[in-house]
């Protein structure tokens, strides 16, 4: 079974570009997550989507948005980027939006604003 | 809010040694607790899941427990290697967006 998958692997962009960054959960699962992982602050919610819609965000500012298709695969858009938006974004999905699941990570988008 | 600690930050072992990492969390409203390992510039692989109304869980060489009254946690590492080398992290899921708050992580190394 595939496993989450991310793509690209690596994105460099300069200050004030749009990232487009994009997620495929494992078959049969419809909850996804975005997380940021920025050097020195670990890592943070940023979204949740599921069945289609977003559920959920964290502290982040309006730049950062996206969306999930039909299929459930996401897209995390950041738009004005700004150097600090440098970092290793990950996606996870789980089976469903219920608590008990566990959330399975892709190997991330390595994002690098100059 | 929710708040997840990691000690120690950092951890360097000889080779076959046995050792503990500490994840300790404020809030013990939680659904269930993630243990995780990250290599240099990869994703998350999942090692360990513990449901709120487990005591703890089992994985070859790896046992993680859950005190979640006292709000702590721990991964066990039996006769450690090298190749078990990396960041551990931990993670708690909570609240109504069911995500994940996770420590800053351990980072190991064992040395041959």
């Known amino acids: 079974e595939a496993g989450v998958t991310q793509s690209p692997t690596h994105l460099i962009k300069t200050r004030g570009q749009q990232a487009t960054l994009r997620c495929s959960p494992i078959s049969g699962h419809t909850s996804v997550y975005w997380y940021q992982q920025a050097l020195g602050l670990g890592l943070q919610f940023l979204l949740w989507?599921?069945?289609?819609?977003?559920?959920n965000r964290g502290n982040f500012p309006p730049r950062f948005s996206g969306r999930q298709f039909p299929n459930y695969s996401s897209e995390l858009n950041v738009n004005a980027l700004e150097l600090e938006d440098s970092a290793l974004y990950l996606c996870a999905s789980s089976l469903t939006s219920l608590s008990i699941y566990e959330q399975y990570f892709g190997p991330g988008t390595r994002l690098t604003v100059t | 809010k929710q708040e997840v600690t990691q000690i120690p930050a950092a951890l360097s072992v000889p080779e076959g040694e046995n050792l503990v990492l500490n994840c300790s969390f404020t809030?013990?409203?939680?659904?269930?607790l993630q243990w995780f390992r990250q290599d240099p510039g990869k994703g998350l692989t999942s090692l360990l899941l513990?449901?709120?109304?487990?005591r703890e869980q089992t994985s070859g060489r790896l046992n993680a427990s859950l005190d979640k009254s006292s709000g702590r946690s721990t991964l066990y590492i039996a006769a450690s290697q090298p190749g078990d080398s990396a960041t551990y992290l931990c993670?708690?899921?909570?609240?109504?967006?069911?995500?994940?708050?996770f420590g800053k992580g351990t980072l190991l190394t064992v040395n041959p």
């Open positions: 513990i449901q709120s109304s487990q």
């Open positions: 989507y599921d069945e289609g819609e977003e559920r």
């Open positions: 809030d013990s409203a939680i659904y269930n």
């Open positions: 993670a708690v899921k909570g609240g109504s967006n069911y995500k994940l708050t």
